[in-house]
């Protein structure tokens, strides 16, 4: 074969380093969807019945000790909760697009400030409801919740710290990190209805919301996609197409199932209540 033709075949074949690329953006584009489909639903739902009813319009939902009579300050940190969360869930995507960062750096800044003291706030105040109310579930899920909130706060701390050093790099990283710990709420209720999805609730306790996979996915909601994360963090520096390919794959099987949960969530959870 002469050079040329080389060349021609080399130019035409698909890098592992591709592959891995393309099954990054393909995760991200399904999970971009799936979170503006939750936030619809937490202004569609939730605003309109604090903007129509205030916070005692919280008692007739599903949200477990939503309001309770005479406590202003845990009614309040459920509506923070409540109100920054879709700060969160809006605001994360929007920070991880490179053509935003690059074309309005200032944009990605004030953004990203607002982002950190949202997730900071939601997890300070869900922390409080944690102590103060519990949650359906049992200890474990209290728990479960509870580190994930510990995770937040740390995780916008080292994210802010590398930033304010101007280390790009181990910034984007803990950035990355913290999308996912703050998108747990999120992976919760995908997980979980995918689950409910395919399985018909195996493991899933519905009248006191426990069972093995409620324990499971209680911690595995952002453990999982951390995992995930640093298998992709290591594959990205790594020499090998093997270690690509895998990691490519695994994120694929990861897509398919956030897919198949974002649609069971939609019709099965959220479309229902709007």
């Not at 393309?22 to 202004?43: E, K, N, T």
């Not at 949200?63 to 009579?69: H, V």
């Not at 690059?102 to 300070?124: C, D, E, I, K, N």
């Not at 979980?192 to 306790?205: A, E, Q, Y």
């Amino acid at each position: 074969m002469s050079q040329s033709a080389a060349a021609v075949s080399t130019r035409g074949r698909v890098s592992a380093a591709q592959i891995l690329t393309g099954s990054a953006r393909l995760w991200f584009c399904i999970a971009f969807a799936g979170q503006l489909l939750f936030l619809i639903y937490i202004v569609a739902y939730y605003g309109l019945l604090l903007a129509g009813g205030g916070t005692e319009a919280l008692s007739g939902t599903h949200l477990p000790n939503g309001f309770i009579e005479g406590e202003t300050l845990g009614n309040a940190a459920v509506v923070a909760h409540l109100l920054l969360a879709a700060i969160v869930i809006g605001g994360g995507p929007l920070q991880l697009i490179p053509a935003i960062r690059q074309r309005f750096p200032a944009m990605h800044r004030w953004l990203g400030r607002s982002y950190v003291l949202a997730a900071v706030a939601t997890s300070v105040a869900g922390l409080f409801m944690i102590l103060n109310r519990g949650t359906i579930g049992g200890t474990l899920n209290e728990v479960a919740i509870s580190l994930d909130g510990v995770l937040i706060i740390t995780f916008a701390a080292i994210a802010v710290t590398y930033a304010i050093r101007r280390d790009i790099g181990q910034h984007r990283r803990w950035a990355l990190r913290l999308f996912l710990v703050a998108s747990g709420v999120w992976f919760f209720r995908v997980g979980l209805m995918g689950w409910v999805f395919m399985t018909g609730g195996l493991g899933v306790d519905f009248e006191t919301f426990s069972g093995p996979f409620i324990v499971f996915w209680s911690f595995g909601q952002y453990l999982l996609p951390l995992a995930i994360l640093e298998l992709y963090l290591r594959a990205q520096k790594s020499s090998s197409d093997i270690l690509r390919v895998a990691t490519a794959a695994t994120l694929l099987v990861f897509t398919a199932a956030m897919g198949v949960g974002i649609f069971a969530a939609t019709m099965g959870m959220w479309l229902p209540r709007l």
